[in-house]
């Protein structure tokens, strides 16, 4: 489910598919906290080793290595980031028009269509609303009927 | 996996969500890759320091009892750690018996609904559709 492929590519393309998305993230010229909480939950999940994550995390601050990234990554990869690269360039609640050039680059390596791209925008939009019901779930009444907080 | 009111608690409130979660990962006695992933996903998204993070997974070869971890645990960051003990609860496609008592111990700790577990398990559900959507997606690129 939440843990999809995205752990069994090799590990260099995990590397590859977390400093895509550290590029996707610094796109716009600033970080915010969202879009770091989404980053390190990706490299979570991507089981990136702790200490390659460090070298990853730096990144942000070398935003000129697209082309050498592009280059080398495998497609099943880009798609990944591709994927979880839409979801962060929500996640401060806009994309930038920076964010979607590098999104649109991205996808012409994947050899992504624009129809293709949208259906992936329109899958983000309705995991937005599925995560909002998640949060207003979480504050699931008390047993008195009130909220618990 | 999307940003979450998480970031907003205290940092000793995302630590003790992330134990409940270590806690919650080995219910059923053994650690499968998809929980194991669900883990360090929730974990990066909790924003711990490397430290913290070092030693809950060292507690996931031996995890507290669930009732220190509930003792740490605010009312808000209680919530999100159910919610999410589900989702981790369900990653390996099916949430079992042992599981499920614990998640109900937990929501009964919180006070919450009666049905707690099961509106979860349902949200739960619908994101299982909407993340395997994603992923046929992918797929279909594929050709």
Redesign the interface.
């Known amino acids: 489910m939440f843990c999809d492929g995205v752990a069994d590519l090799d590990a260099s393309e995990r590397a590859r598919y977390a400093d895509l998305l550290v590029l996707i993230a610094a796109a716009d010229g600033e970080l915010v906290r969202e879009e770091i909480q989404l980053l390190e939950g990706f490299m979570g999940r991507a089981m990136v080793h702790p200490e390659a994550r460090t070298s990853i995390r730096q990144g942000l601050f070398d935003t000129n290595r697209l082309s050498n990234l592009l280059k080398n990554a495998e497609q099943e990869t880009l798609r990944y980031v591709l994927r979880d690269g839409v979801l962060l360039a929500a996640a401060d609640g806009d994309y930038d028009r920076r964010e979607l050039r590098i999104l649109k680059k991205i996808a012409v390596a994947a050899e992504m269509g624009e129809d293709e791209l949208k259906s992936l925008f329109d899958w983000v939009s309705s995991g937005w609303e599925w995560h909002a019901d998640g949060i207003t779930l979480a504050k699931l009444p008390a047993r008195n009927g009130s909220l618990s907080e | 996996?999307?940003?979450?009111?998480?970031?907003n608690l205290p940092r000793d409130e995302r630590y003790a969500y992330a134990r409940l979660l270590a806690y919650m990962a080995r219910v059923d006695e053994e650690i499968t890759?998809?929980?194991?992933?669900?883990?360090?996903?929730?974990?990066?998204?909790a924003?711990l320091s490397?430290n913290q993070?070092?030693v809950l997974r060292r507690s996931l070869k031996n995890p507290p009892s669930l009732e220190e971890c509930l003792d740490g645990l605010g009312?808000?960051a209680g919530?999100?750690a159910?919610?999410d003990a589900v989702?981790m609860a369900?990653?390996d496609?099916t949430v079992d018996d042992d599981e499920l008592e614990v998640l109900k111990e937990i929501?009964e700790h919180?006070?919450?609904?009666?049905d707690?577990v099961q509106?979860?398990i349902e949200?739960t559900k619908?994101?299982?559709a909407?993340?395997?959507?994603?992923?046929d997606?992918?797929n279909a690129?594929?050709g």
């Open positions: 996996m999307l940003p979450d009111t998480l970031q890759v998809d929980e194991l992933a669900m883990f360090e996903q929730q974990l990066g998204k924003l490397p993070r070092e009312p808000e919530r999100l159910l919610r989702l369900a990653s496609g929501a919180l006070g919450l609904v009666p707690a509106q979860l949200w619908i994101g299982y909407w993340m395997q959507d994603g992923y997606m992918l690129l594929q």
